[in-house]
């Protein structure tokens, strides 16, 4: 039977155990830094007007619009392909998902002029979000990848939580490299590289394109080109986990840079792609795994053989991807303008961030809070290694009602101009 011994109890999800404790704290003056979503300047979910843009207009079903046909007033409600059609249907999607969305995925995340797209070396299905692609890339290689020796992946400490579970679920064994300096607040990179370079051959590299979760700290264009290095030498596969595209420095190009450049390498990757955070579409599970397979001769059968695979193990997970988020940020992708409103919305959201970043590091500059803040404008995305100690995030708590995971990491984005001053004010307290 499901006795105790066979079934224990698990331990609560860190996360949810916090919003909990948040939902239950009545002070008026609480702040949730907890939060993994972007919050505007009055803490509320922000829908991307461009999202909205979509979903209250329309256009013909079945045909994308282009940049000539689209027109924001256009009145043609009774043919939009949105959920506010009411003769829209329900069909299923293909089981690789929408064509349309998993092509304009590939270009966004490659670049349109993208050598292996055309050589046709990348193969790509759209999946429930950027967890369903960890997923779906961690299955295959689980399956399909047979180095010298039974692959490890590597992930980078700290990360993601959720990598641990996913890769364990399909019984891979995983191990962290250094990452983050407790020290300097920035990246351990000698650390990384040495693990790098010590791993096993043919080891799974789980990296973070940009906007690093936990710590928000990236690498620098040279120092991704001597990981590159290294992991070429030790025949690494790198698995590219990007949640944050655009929503890091607000230019789609510069936040895929990591990617492009590996790829321009000639490298074998793969990469779950989220829709999430950079458009909003977090509850919708809009997301893309691709596969990318390294030039050669016979790339496009090899990429045809792993397609023909990958749609098998889709098939057996979901069967078929959910649509209604795919059609929407299909249409962004897919029509000029809208995409040029995307751009738009994702520097509201970046530019939102980046200056809480910067009142933050001055209000506690100017409080002469001990320690040193300069990391806090030196990191990236939507979360910041703040550098304080469990005690100091559980005094927060207590005495100020702020909420922040234990490692103490903040969220930027649950920061506005309202609580950022009572916020400094209360780490400054913390920490004295
Ligand atoms: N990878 C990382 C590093 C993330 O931070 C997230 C979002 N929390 C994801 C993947 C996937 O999230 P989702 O499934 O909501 O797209």
Redesign the pocket.
Known sequence: SFSAEVVPQAPEDPLFGLMAAFRRDEDPKKVDLGI?AYRDDNAKPWVLPVVKKVRANSCRRGELPNSSRWDADSSLQADDIIRNDPNLNHEYLPIAGLADFTSASQKLILGGDSPALKEKRVTSLQT???????HLGALFLAKFYKPASKPTAYFSDP??P??FQIFSNVGLSHKTYPYFSKETKGLDFDGFYNSIQNADEGSIVVL?ACA??PTGVDLTQDQWKKIAEVIRAKKHFPFF????QGFASGDLARDGWAIRYFVEQGFELCI?Q????NFGL?GE???CFHFVTSPSSDAQSTIGRIASQLAILQRSEISNPPAYGARIASLVLNTPELFAQWEEDLRTMSGRIIEMRKALRSKLEELGTPGTWNHITDQIGMFSFTGLSEQQVMKLREDSHVYMTKNGRISMAGLNTKNIDYFAKAVDKAVR
């Not at 429930?128 to 960890?134: E, L, Y």
Request: charged share 10%; glycine share 14%.
């Open positions: 993994g429930v979000s950027g967890t369903g692609a960890v990360t993601w959720n990598h973070h690093h979760n986990d990007t949640a944050y779950a989220s829709y999430a955070k977090y599970r809009a997301g």
